[in-house]
């Protein structure tokens, strides 16, 4: 396929303006129909949903579309695939001449331009679902003309926001940015997705357009995808900025992005009681940031005083770029569970960090990747009735 | 700078071959002097010593050759710079068409063509020098044909493993590989370098030429450079097999190398006797591997009970790439310390990683990252004697 080269029409866009609405004016009515005995419901609006554990990890290793975990932050928008427009701007600096802000210079795209003109490729991506659409860095590069060049002085210094065509409270709307490195890296793999699992995205899941950032924390993925900023700094939108910078302290920290190490028992769960006198098979996931493998995952029967490496872990690099976005699924046998069992699991991955006993960074609760413990699992044998 | 492509010379080239020495016929008598008063030394022979801390601290954030830590496997080699040859081999497969393992083609470089043909980059990398030489990313590009592409499969699949020009105990030489991943990543860093500090190595820091792998565990920054093979698979030396794969009870596990987070203080020691009523600043260094950034850094004065974060953090990234391969130097004032006062510092880097508490990854003690602990530190106002 060759490279598509943007055709610059030099007319003026100006894409809509969303503005930040009360709470009493978010209308939920159209959210979409949901199987909610999949799923663990925290809030009915927004919709935040996640799978039971069991369910999650029995349904293979690529998550169907309605266990898969939701996250929102106000109604589903209701779009509509052939009206739907897709803004990209690019700010060169943060002032221009004569001391304002420098001017953001838009171009648009359809959804026709987004599934035709780039090559679609297909990526296996945490919490873990196959997602397809055109690499960012191919659409930057011909729309507004971000070098390609890793070493570039932009790519180094500059990052991409993103903007949600939907309403919340917090902000105008959902929004968020990545550093331009990161969607420009050759093997970061991040992609436009209009595709979950070979069919288009269900509203839930970001319909008609969603970003990807595979190994990055999920609230850079962002869903309903209406603008996209290359810009000099990060995105000011309250969710980068309030809700995912955990150390206000430090003005010069970035945000965070990319995950830690994490591993969670999905089977068996808190007081499940197992009639049965056969061992037992501990299921679970784990999974890394920033492409790293899972090195190993180890499993406690007594609480944390003793460990054993885990039976099994399978975990499959990205086909073409190799990096490890995929979760690692793992099992381990255990013989025989007392009812003062306390099962905790902890992995490692392939730069040598590991998950810490307790939870220490809780400026903001995000990124809590503490040992996972599940406890008071009764087993006894089945008799008969 | 022109793009240097190297004149393949269609010679049959056979490098030299070293063979694994017993312990008596290692001959120490030509090892360089040294400035032992810089050093707590753990072996005279081979060498191995870590600079006092506060000296390592308080030599300003680059640190002189006669400072920096010394780690060696046998006698250091007495190589002349004018009769050094590194040769690059490249193994296309692991067996040809007959099942006979496949062959290394060889080239080969004088240290001219290695200081005059490719640009002389500079990097500074933990812990703590400035390193000059060409990138090995251009060496192998126009030498032995590696592919630019970081998608291209043998980018993904193989590795570039490192032979010293030195003699050991243990194997032939001392041996160790990266992923070939690592060795093209234009943001990856990897240099072969001719100086430190901007004079030529000395001796005991790998003269004339070293591998510099920023964000990687410092076995893998082979000194006395001898040979390079880019293969499918990792090295097969002891160095790489026997003492860095941390978990051999996984065959498919690749052996480490990024490192993990570390912080250490440097300033007050163990049992130091601080005579004076006025606050003291404790200062220390944290690093990460894989270029990530020092996001945080945290200092108990009760051995782990409370925390506070340290007051400053400076860390510069590097200048053509961005990445966070120097250290981060650190300090916080505390404004007075009780005699039973254990001090505990621990990091987190721009991804969420965090030092465990307990070291507890330890089948062979390496990569062992938990808090860093001063003792004993004993602190009273100075009377007029």
Redesign the interface.
Known sequence: MEPYTYNNTHESIHPPQHCKKELCDLDYSQDPPRILSNYLVHAPRPFNAEPHLPLLINSGSITPEDVFFKRNHGPIPNIQLEDHTVYIGIQRGLHDNQGQPAPVEWKALDMNDIMTKWPKVTITASLQAVWSGPRLCDILHSVVGVPQ???HEMI??FHVAFEADDHVKEDACYGSSIPL?KAM???GDVILAYEMNGKPLTRDHGYPLRVIVPGYIGARSVKFLQKMIVQPQESSSFFQVDSTNV?S??DS??S??????QCVICTPMDKEVILSSQPVTVKGYAIA??G??I??VELSIDGGKTWE?VDK?EQTPDR???MYWAWALWEKEVSKLHTTSQLVV?A?D?????????P??NYRGV?N?AWFRVSNVIQMPQHNM
Chains 1, 2 share one sequence.
């Open positions: 060049e890793l070493h180094r210094n490195r890296d050759p093997l150390d302290a430090w920290s970035p965070l992005g990319e995950m830690n190490v940031g920033g790293r493998a090195y190993r490496p872990i073409v770029s190799g902890r490692y392939s730069s040598g960090n590991m998950q810490p006993e307790f220490i960074w990124m990747n």
